[in-house]
């Protein structure tokens, strides 16, 4: 149960809280008074300078990459602030409310990162009695794919069957997809929102249940006393960007006035080289 974030714009480096505006960005980063499990960011620059230029040494993709992750709230990490001012040309970020009583540990917090992409996912793969994918001895899946995601979750899964059609040949928007279609064939009543993006490619993916948000979810937010903003949990919304070609997306929880709705099992599949997005069914 998490609350996703995400950008991508024509190869201009822009920080989330230019892409954002500080309101909106302090708002995202309050969210994490309930989502409280830890959070992370992936972040992808276009340096002001190729790594080969001065020594010599072999030329490689124009691109910077960091990774921040961290089992403090966001609220309470004094690097959020830092890193929502680093500009990036695509940058995804997750904050964390744990589920399944998976464990609050380093390897779980998202976003995960391998084969050059980075992944963050917002959902419980359970079956209808509460059973995690995590238990599931028997789900085809190449436990090395799992291991090189460096996650122990459900979420780990879903991005290890992700890579696993990439290895069979599929276009990376096409991957997602049919790693969907797999895991909702078992678990169909799970939410499989994610963010996902590469050297090229951002995609942002809303994927649940037509039914109302779970109680469980509910019951978190009324701790809170909080309950009412729960009822559009699942829901993804879109705008383009107000400065360079490209666009951000984003979990509800905060004020998204002007925004778009993105609908359900549909994907936004962006280039973070140009800016442009299309919008496709699953």
């Known amino acids: 149960m998490c609350r996703l974030l995400g950008y991508a714009t024509a190869n201009v480096n822009v920080s989330l809280a230019e892409a954002l505006g500080m309101r909106d960005c302090a708002a995202y980063r309050e969210l994490a008074t309930i989502h409280n499990d830890g959070w992370g960011t992936a972040l992808l620059t276009a340096p002001a300078q190729a790594a080969h230029a001065t ?33 990036a040309r695509s940058g995804i970020w997750h904050l964390r409310l744990a589920s399944s009583n998976l464990p609050l540990v380093l390897e779980n917090q998202q976003p995960f990162h391998a084969s050059g992409l980075s992944f963050a996912h917002n959902g419980d793969i359970s079956d209808a009695s509460g059973r995690n994918i995590t238990t599931n001895r028997a789900w085809p899946i190449d436990q ?71 109680q469980g979810v509910i019951d978190v937010y009324d701790r809170y006393g909080r309950a009412d903003e729960a009822a559009d949990y699942s829901v993804l919304r879109y705008r ?37 997005y299309r919008i496709r069914a699953i």
């Open 144 to 214: 090395n794919l799992v291991q090189s995601t460096g996650g122990r979750s459900d979420s780990a899964m879903y991005f290890a069957t992700v890579l696993q059609y990439l290895g069979y040949g599929f276009a990376l928007d096409e991957a997602l997809a049919q790693a969907v279609h797999e895991l909702r064939a078992a678990y169909p009543d799970s939410s499989y929102n994610c963010l996902i993006q590469g050297e090229g490619t951002f995609i942002a993916l809303r994927a649940h249940g037509d039914g109302p948000t779970s």
């Open 55 to 87: 020594d010599g040494g072999a030329p490689s993709p124009e691109t910077g990459f960091s990774l921040y992750r961290n089992t403090i709230a966001a609220h309470h990490d004094p690097m959020f602030p830092e890193l929502a001012n680093v500009p």
């Open 240 to 276: 383009e960007l107000d400065g360079p070609r490209g666009l951000v997306v984003a979990s509800s929880g905060f004020a998204q006035d002007g925004w778009q709705e993105l609908p359900n099992n549909h994907m936004i599949v962006a280039s973070n080289r140009t800016g442009e």
